[in-house]
């Protein structure tokens, strides 16, 4: 049973430039949400994605934007980037009517560095 | 919003010892998850525990839901054991996703 994957493990990016991160569920999940966690903190809930459709969104500003995909996959896209986007990116699945519907899930983890 | 507060911040134990640490919440909640995060950043579920009692080996967590709280027992501990605890909740009415993080517990086991 595979796990909440991320792709990529690292990245490096200058001010300006945009990224896209990715994340498949875990299997049987249908729901896909994103975290930042910056160094020494707790994750913070940027957005949830269900059905294709943003459902639910954190404090983070238009810069952030994503995407669902028919096979639940998601992409988190940030423009513009800035130094204070250096960070751990954390994607987290649910939706498992088989088991506990909001236990959350989480993959490795994408770090961005902005230069 | 809802708020979450993890004690203590930090924790150094020697090895074999055992240890508690608390998340308070300050709302009712539909959800309620402990993490072990790894040197590697990966977050590991160790229990969902929105209520009640629940036991994992040397791990062990209880939520008291109505009075807002909840405790990890960590026995025996182990170096492995090593890392940031997380708390974190859902709040009741929120939809599925939505989890509310304390700032964790970094816990250090010493050989």
């Known amino acids: 049973d595979a796990g909440v994957t991320q792709s990529p493990t690292h990245l490096i990016k200058t001010r300006g430039q945009q990224v896209t991160l990715r994340c498949s569920p875990k299997?049987?999940?249908?729901?896909v949400s994103w975290y930042q966690q910056a160094l020494g903190q707790g994750p913070q809930f940027i957005f949830q994605?269900?059905?294709?459709?943003?459902?639910q969104r954190g404090n983070f500003p238009d810069r952030f934007s994503g995407h669902q995909f028919p096979n639940y996959s998601s992409e988190l896209n940030v423009n513009a980037l800035l130094l204070g986007d250096s960070a751990l990116y954390l994607c987290?699945?649910?939706?498992?009517?088989?088991?506990?519907?909001?236990?959350?899930?989480f993959g490795p983890g994408t770090r961005l560095t902005v230069t | 919003g809802i708020q979450v507060e993890q004690s203590p911040p930090d924790l150094i134990l020697q090895e074999g010892a055992n240890s508690t640490l608390r998340c308070n919440f300050s709302?009712?909640?539909?959800?309620l998850q402990w993490f072990h995060q790894n040197p590697w950043g990966q977050l590991i579920n160790l229990f969902y525990?929105?209520?009640g009692t629940k036991q994992n080996g040397r791990l062990s967590a209880t939520t008291v839901a109505t009075e807002r709280y909840s405790l990890l027992y960590i026995s025996s501990s182990q170096t492995t054991d090593s890392g940031v605890y997380f708390c974190?909740?859902?709040?009741?009415?929120?939809?599925?996703?939505?989890?509310?993080f304390g700032k964790g517990t970094k816990l250090s086991v010493k050989p």
């Open positions: 994605y269900y059905e294709e459709e943003e459902r």
């Open positions: 709302d009712s909640v539909n959800n």
């Open positions: 974190a909740v859902g709040a009741l009415g929120g939809s599925q996703g939505n989890l509310i």
């Open positions: 525990i929105p209520s």
């Open positions: 299997s049987g999940h249908d729901t």
């Open positions: 987290a699945s649910s939706g498992d009517n088989r088991g506990h519907l909001y236990e959350q899930y």
